[in-house]
């Protein structure tokens, strides 16, 4: 799924924002609404849970051919088969993750700099996640916003797709686009929202606002292959 690797909208699961639904009942709403990529990403749960909500997510993404991603948890990744994993700084490191998941299954890195991501990018990475974009109140370890520049100049320094993330709305997601980024990454903005079809439905229109903006030279040209795919 690697050449096939969409961005656009780039839903992150949250447990504790999707009650009293389900993760599955956001996640299939979600998907109506156009969501590009889910990302298993639970903090709390045991491995044994991961494992089993991983084989439960992979019934409601496969059919719909969308790529499940899981956070941090390669053992996990492998051991369901999901599409990839999305590592971050304090994590597995990424060459490595590279060299257990293999060529064939897609690897996310988190950056923050320049210079992390270009170390992503030569360890194999296929996409990064970058930000904290605007801030966040998900990610209590997120380090201080780097704003609309600090997007801009990872995406300008890369050769792979980057997805903005941090903070990221509807009513925002077209400006992170039109600085380079190929998608917009959320979790808060459809798992909090009271209609996460609706709230994933506006966020890819505004992605493509964002393209054409960029398009128009508003902003930097995104990046729209994959190396190696």
Do not use: C, W
């Amino acid at each position: 799924m690697r050449n096939q690797l969409d961005l656009s909208v780039y839903v992150i699961t949250s447990t504790a924002l999707a009650a009293p639904r389900s993760v599955f009942d956001v996640v299939r709403a979600a998907l109506r609404g156009g969501a590009t990529v889910v990302q298993l990403r639970e903090k709390e749960l045991s491995t044994r849970e991961l494992i089993e909500m991983a084989q439960a997510l992979l019934q409601v993404t496969r059919p719909a051919g969308v790529p499940l991603i899981v956070n941090d948890r390669v053992d996990v990744a492998l051991a369901v088969d999901a599409d990839g994993v999305h590592v971050g700084q304090e994590d597995m490191p990424a060459g490595l993750a590279r060299r257990l998941i293999g060529p064939g299954k897609i690897l996310g890195v988190s950056a923050e700099t320049v210079e992390q991501a270009l170390l992503a990018q030569r360890d194999g990475a296929d996409y990064l996640g970058v930000g904290d974009v605007y801030g966040t109140a998900t990610k209590p370890d997120a380090g201080p916003p780097i704003g609309l520049e600090g997007l801009r100049r990872v995406a300008e320094a890369v050769r792979i797709p980057v997805v903005g993330i941090g903070g990221i709305t509807p009513r925002n997601a077209a400006d992170v686009v039109a600085h380079g980024a190929e998608g917009v990454a959320v979790i808060s903005a459809v798992f909090g929202a009271p209609d996460p079809e609706e709230a994933t439905r506006r966020l890819r229109q505004a992605v493509e606002q964002g393209r054409r903006r960029r398009a128009g030279g508003s902003g930097v040209r995104g990046h729209m292959s994959v190396p190696g795919a």
